[in-house]
């Protein structure tokens, strides 16, 4: 198995083509992450994957309506239980004593450190990893996330909520639970509810998009639930006072399968800019998958026919649960923010393992595998920082410890 997963490993690192398609590069993750399953480990944050093992909605287990954030009760249990349920637990019970006991304000602290080991250092370049982005030419630490979040309840429909990360104000919204579980409407500063709600900084494909999980503006968010359809629509400021922007999400759950699509249209500058996000994920044990694809325009013409759509970019990915405290990943993606221009895509094949160590706390190992490419430009003729590609072909170890509290 091992020389034929050698091989194919080989055979996939040098092909410039797709690797014979979706398929093969599905097959490609699962197969890794079986595989390092024996001896490696993953992140097991709250994920939609628990909403659909549960078949419940994020609201379930989280203060924020929307899902994220502060856990809940139920969620304190859950959590605590290594992300399952113990034999004894009693669901009308704990509903019932969370009912009574309202609490007024609740704290929470995420801190992550992160340890950069890139494959190719050069300390003659001297670059260390900054909060946009994960280059480094020398080996370093970095402090990833230091994020404080206070939710105060108002009254009992109106929560209060305020996150700081490292001096940067994050969060700050009051959320109306106009119908419950039907109709919420947060108000302030948010993160962008688009597509597969992420927490994770190593996306290639959301940060290439500007959607990552540090992306807030300020606006109105309207969304909920109806049976097993969910919905969300955002009215936004598009990153400044004079822009605009626009977000709608509707999706449906079938059993542990959560599909969906979300579409933005935004004007930060002269021209409109638009991009529809398909998603799906599925969870069946201790197995999740998940993938989103990406595409499209920018200019006066709201077409997405094939010769008019200019950028697109897609992610998919397992992950294995080998036991609670013990899970592996793998994600591959790909992101082209201009189907025009050759040569400037960027490809990452991301492996990930972690072990929670405590009730409180994880370890991880993160390996990224920039897949080069064999059309791109050298880098005195790029001349845009985002083109440039800071990645491409060079491979980084991240060791990243997380507590919270």
């Known amino acids: 198995m091992k020389k034929y997963l050698s091989r194919f490993i080989k055979r996939f690192c040098h092909n410039t083509m797709m690797c014979k398609g979706l398929l ?12 390092l399953s024996l001896f490696w480990v993953n992140v097991a944050d709250a994920r939609p994957e628990f909403a659909a093992e549960l078949d419940k909605d994020c609201n379930f287990c989280h203060i924020d309506p929307a899902g994220g954030g502060p856990r809940n009760r139920i969620g304190e249990i859950f959590e605590e239980n290594y992300f399952e349920f113990p034999e004894d637990f009693d669901m009308d019970a704990v509903t019932e004593e969370a009912k009574e006991v309202v609490k007024q304000l609740t ?24 909060c946009n982005s994960c280059h480094s030419s020398v080996d370093s630490f970095l402090l990833m996330q230091a994020e404080v979040t206070f939710n105060a309840q108002a009254s009992e429909h109106v929560r209060l909520t305020l996150s700081n990360n490292v001096g940067t104000t994050l969060n700050a919204f009051a ?48 969304g909920g639930s109806l049976g097993k359809a969910f919905y969300n629509a955002a ?66 013409t709201a077409s997405f026919a094939p010769d008019a759509v200019d ?78 590609r800071q990645l491409q072909g060079r491979n980084q170890l991240i060791v990243m410890s997380r507590f919270w509290f």
């Open 235 to 300: 009215f936004f400021n598009a990153g400044n006072a004079t822009a605009k922007g626009l977000l709608g999400t509707v999706g449906g759950q079938l059993g542990p399968i959560r599909a969906g699509v979300s579409c933005i249209f935004e004007q930060p500058g002269e021209e409109w800019e638009r991009l529809v996000g398909a998603f799906l994920t599925a969870s069946y044990g201790g197995l999740s998958l998940e993938g989103e694809f990406n595409f499209g325009n920018t200019g006066e």
């Open 311 to 388: 950028s697109k970019g897609y992610y998919f990915g397992a992950k294995y649960r080998v036991f609670p405290q013990f899970t592996v990943a793998g994600r591959y993606g790909l992101f082209d923010p201009d189907r025009t221009v050759l040569g400037d895509a960027g490809k990452r094949l991301t492996f990930i393992t972690q072990y929670n160590f405590m009730e409180n706390g994880a370890v991880s190992l993160f390996y990224w595998a920039n897949l080069p490419n064999a059309d791109r430009k050298p880098d005195e003729e790029i001349s845009s920082k985002s083109a440039l």
């Open 24 to 35: 093969t590069l599905l097959m490609f993750v699962l197969t890794v992450n079986f595989t």
């Open 175 to 222: 959320t109306v639970d106009a119908i419950p579980k039907h109709l919420y409407v947060k108000v302030g500063q948010f993160r962008l509810p688009f597509g597969i709600k992420q927490k994770d900084h190593n996306i290639l494909v959301r940060e290439g998009y500007g959607l990552g999980s540090n992306k807030r503006d300020v606006g109105v968010e309207l």
């Open 107 to 130: 704290t929470s602290l995420d801190l992550q450190t992160a340890f950069i080991k890139d494959m190719h250092a050069n300390g003659d370049e001297g670059a260390v990893a900054g």
